[in-house]
């Protein structure tokens, strides 16, 4: 068994499993999904650059466009075959079109026009092979034949062994209608009429690239060493490079650092990244610290939505837009094409910040850190000691040799209370750091911008031309020219996703320091194939418990391909293409546990909100950040509602009951002056759509826009969140089979992490009916349970007695050894909704230890401040501590000891 075997299987698979966008019947889509041409096509032939369309289509394809943008896509479609044909041994009915291009629709005063994404039009080879299904196929329509034209076709097909009529064809750009196209419908013979249509279909990734850059991977002598490790078995290499993680903005946490460190040195790694665990963040400070090494970086991702994500934590906490393409993004390419066109007129600045200096800078600020952190843990020890003695002599009950110890060591024991300063001179520090960081990015940014623009100019030329280029071709081209080991110094982060790589980035093996795969479980392993094959390391990002690719091989004829090309389910690097992803055969292939990685700090959603799916799914190891005394209830709530899923699987007034809410909360969003984002989710696909249209019918394109409104499956909303979530499960009593569905681990998991700060469940069906298993009726059980979560200690010791009567006296309130982010506090205090940790040191017990500095970062990123006091000073100097206890809860007045 040879590599080559394994990837011509995962060619197979993706071959035989690739379906195009349905467009072999557009006749069959709903009126409001259709709109066919009039008169003259001048935009198809070039005479213009856009073409008007009735305000009535395109005000509601505007806000269907808004609703679908993941789901669906809107094409402009060409040169339509009219007939029937046999499509995989059934006679169909076809309406289908050669050509199509993606459009975009846009409002200019009171006018509607649509245009092209992209000039350069893609063929519809599922139609095409079938009517050319002799020689080479689509290999016979040369490159620079010129596709746009009608005389093309009509020659080409007249040569076809089906029969058809091409002539009508001819008299393009004037177009036919649909009583023509209706006309051609009862003709026995097939039709190529010259209609022009724009429709709105659903979506799918365009295989022809992927499929082509499978071949040549196949054909390479040499497969770079994240292929090698996820097909052959090969060991990993694993360096120890010095990173750079203390030249990034923002505190890392323990795991986070171990992901950078693994993507740095491990040719081939995995991350497992729960909903809500900053795993976008991650991958952007990733990319970050190699930047600020010299290395590239490529992200790539099924769906855009999720490389959105990324590029805007890219932007807005590393302030790296400048130098990260957003590839296949219309507006961005747009600021991208504005932005080099401006470095090549020179209006980069010549007094540019030299990055060697900060760096030094930072260095010096980092020792100075270290040592005071070390200030810190010395204070902390003293602390102990003092505290130990101090409680030894009270043990002893010896008044007088307590008091004569407190005489001689006040002074020693006043000392302490310089842990608060130099805590304070830590956190300074700390934020002089960050801007540091972010200056230090910022000028290595403009220093490799400048040497690309001085050295390699003819390739920044090239890049230039190659993104305003009209043709695909002609843009490929224009790659060949451009030197991207330069390139690439300037410009370091690449975003794409998966299906339009092929027409971004040259097949290079090995063109990339990293390549990252973002939400790996929803991609098959063969369209990663070719990210992999132009990167040195791979990292492989994503959560077992959240939906997986879905695909339409069948069972037995992946066995056929297993058998074609002699692999086997024991051979190395092989595993089911429909059952599994990319990280399932990555996680398969490792081969030391330093190469996994767990993101464990959950940002997200209040508690109550998470629960559920850390206790069922993820063994309670997720540390939740908002974690409060305060956020017991209120955050998840149960809208019974008796309702009733019809034959079509639709539950109206489950349906009726979620347009009421999003009014109501629309509402008192005006009046409060603010907008929650709002998502609805429905298990069923059936129930997503009608409400969709109900959301069509009763708010705007205004109101669809601010609060983001949309209703989707757990499908169409893995890898983003809203607000608020409203989740209709439409079902019944008598919907008991419907329930098993979403019984499936995935998909409800998925379902009920999506929401940030409220969610809103409306329930047809009494869940107690459901078996006990069944994660529904367990997961509206848990609501109620949810208060009785708080963790407190009753194994209060004298010091934290001592400092709770205090506290609770100056109407402070207090919890004795709360867990909060995975950690018991010693108190943990609140004053008017402001929160603050106390570390209680040195009295002897279980709360004698002090916190490690990790610790006190990890309370940062939870935004709370955590306070160490010392046995000893409490004794002696009662007063200063309960006084800075105040200072830190902004509580008003002082205290007196008396």
Not at 681 to 709: C, G, M
Request: overall charge neutral; charged content about 25%.
């Amino acid at each position: 068994m040879s590599s080559k075997n394994v990837l011509s299987y995962y060619r197979d698979c993706y071959k035989e499993d690739s379906a195009d966008l349905n467009l072999w019947n557009l006749n069959k889509l709903k009126k409001e999904d259709r709109f066919v041409l009039q008169g003259r096509d001048d935009l198809g032939s070039g005479f213009l650059p856009r073409l008007p369309i009735p305000a009535d289509f395109a005000k509601q394809m505007m806000k269907r466009v808004e609703i679908y943008q993941r789901e669906r896509v809107l094409l402009y479609t060409r040169f339509i075959l009219v007939g029937n044909l046999e499509v995989r041994g059934e006679l169909k009915q076809v309406v289908s079109p050669i050509l199509f291009n993606e459009a975009v629709i846009e409002k200019e005063q009171d006018d509607y026009y649509f245009s092209l994404t992209d000039a350069q039009p893609d063929i519809n080879e599922s139609l095409t092979q079938l009517l050319i299904p002799q020689g080479n196929k689509l290999t016979s329509i040369d490159e620079t034949a010129d596709i746009q034209s009608a005389y093309f076709w009509t020659s080409l097909l007249k040569e076809s062994p089906l029969a058809i009529n091409v002539f009508e064809l001819l008299s393009y750009p004037e177009l036919a209608n649909n009583d023509e196209i209706k006309k051609a419908l009862k003709s026995k013979k097939n039709t190529l009429l010259p209609v022009s249509m724009l429709v709105f279909v659903e979506r799918s990734s365009s295989s022809r690239g992927v499929l082509h850059e499978l071949e040549e991977i196949i054909e390479s002598n040499k497969l770079p060493p994240p292929i090698n490790g996820l097909i052959a078995g090969v060991q990993p290499i694993i360096e120890n490079k010095k990173l750079k993680y203390d030249y990034l903005p923002g505190l890392l946490s323990a795991s986070q650092k171990k992901v950078i460190s693994i993507a740095a040195n491990i040719n081939l790694g995995c991350v497992s990244g729960p909903p809500g665990t900053g795993k976008s963040y991650t991958i952007a400070a990733i990319a970050a610290e190699h930047m600020a090494r010299g290395e590239s970086v490529l992200i790539v991702a099924n769906n855009n939505p999720a490389l959105d994500v990324i590029a805007d934590k890219l932007d807005k906490n590393f302030g790296l837009s400048d130098v990260s393409i957003r590839a296949g993004q219309k507006e961005f390419l747009k600021k991208l094409k504005d932005y080099i066109a401006d470095l090549l007129a020179g209006y980069l600045a010549d007094e540019q910040d030299n990055p060697a200096l900060i760096e030094s800078e930072l260095n010096e600020l980092n020792t100075s850190l270290n040592e005071l952190e070390l200030r810190f843990s010395q204070f902390c020890h003293r602390a102990i000691i003092r505290g130990k003695r101090l409680k030894n002599l009270e043990d002893k009950n010896i008044e007088w040799l307590s008091n004569l110890y407190i005489k001689f060591a006040r002074r020693g024991i006043k000392q302490l209370a310089k842990q608060w300063s130099s805590l304070e001179q830590i956190n300074t520090q700390q934020l002089k750091r960050e801007k540091l960081a972010s200056s230090y990015l910022s000028a290595l940014k403009n220093k490799n911008l400048k040497a690309l623009i001085d050295t390699q100019r003819k390739s920044l030329n090239a890049f230039n031309q190659a993104i305003r280029s009209r043709t695909s071709k002609r843009q490929f081209e224009l790659f060949d020219n451009i030197e991207y080991e330069a390139l690439l110094s300037a410009f370091p982060v690449w975003l794409v996703s998966l299906n339009t790589l092929y027409r971004v980035l040259p097949l290079k093996a090995e063109m990339f320091d990293l390549v990252i795969i973002d939400e790996a479980t929803q991609c098959n392993t063969s369209s990663c194939l070719p990210a992999l094959y132009r990167a040195k390391r791979a990292l492989i990002v994503g959560d077992t418990k959240q939906l997986r690719h879905y695909s339409f091989l069948a069972k037995n004829k992946e066995a056929q391909l297993m058998s074609k090309n002699n692999v086997s389910f024991s051979d190395k690097g092989v595993m089911s293409y429909r059952d599994n992803s990319i990280l399932d055969l990555a996680l398969n292939a490792l081969n030391d546990n330093k190469q996994l990685a767990f993101l464990d700090e959950h940002f997200r959603s209040k508690p109550e909100l998470i629960n559920f799916s850390n206790e069922h799914f993820y063994q309670s190891k997720l540390k939740i950040m908002q974690h409060r005394p305060c956020t017991s209830t209120g955050n998840l709530l149960v809208q019974r509602v008796n309702g009733t899923r019809d034959s079509s699987g639709i539950n109206h007034l489950e349906a009726s009951s979620i347009i009421n809410t999003i009014k109501q909360q629309i509402d008192d969003d005006k009046s409060a002056g603010i907008s929650h984002s709002i998502g609805v989710v429905s298990p069923f696909r059936s129930q997503a759509d009608y409400i969709t249209k109900e959301i069509e019918a009763h708010f705007n394109e205004a109101e669809i826009i601010k609060y983001k409104l949309r209703s989707a499956t757990p499908f169409g909303f893995q890898g983003e969140e809203r607000d608020i979530v409203l989740i209709s499960f439409a079902l019944d009593n008598n919907a008991k089979r419907a329930a098993a569905y979403i019984n499936k681990a995935d998909v409800f998991n998925v379902c009920i992490t999506r929401a940030r700060q409220k969610q809103c469940v409306f329930l047809s069906i009494d869940e107690t009916q459901l078996p006990e298993h069944y994660l529904l009726r367990r997961y509206i059980s848990s609501i109620t349970q949810f208060k009785a979560t708080h963790n407190v200690t009753s194994d209060i010791d004298k010091f934290q007695q001592s400092v709770i009567c205090k506290l609770t006296s100056l109407k402070i309130e207090t919890w004795a050894g709360y867990t909060i982010a995975g950690t018991d506090v010693d108190i943990l205090c609140r004053y008017n909704g402001r929160y603050l940790a106390i570390n209680l040191i040195g009295f002897p017990g279980p709360w004698a230890d002090f916190f490690e500095l990790d610790t006190y970062k990890l309370f940062s990123r939870a935004n709370i401040d955590i306070l160490p006091i010392s046995y000893g000073l409490w004794v002696v100097d009662k007063s200063t501590c309960v006084q800075h206890i105040m200072s830190k809860l902004r509580v008003c007045g002082t205290y007196s000891i008396m």
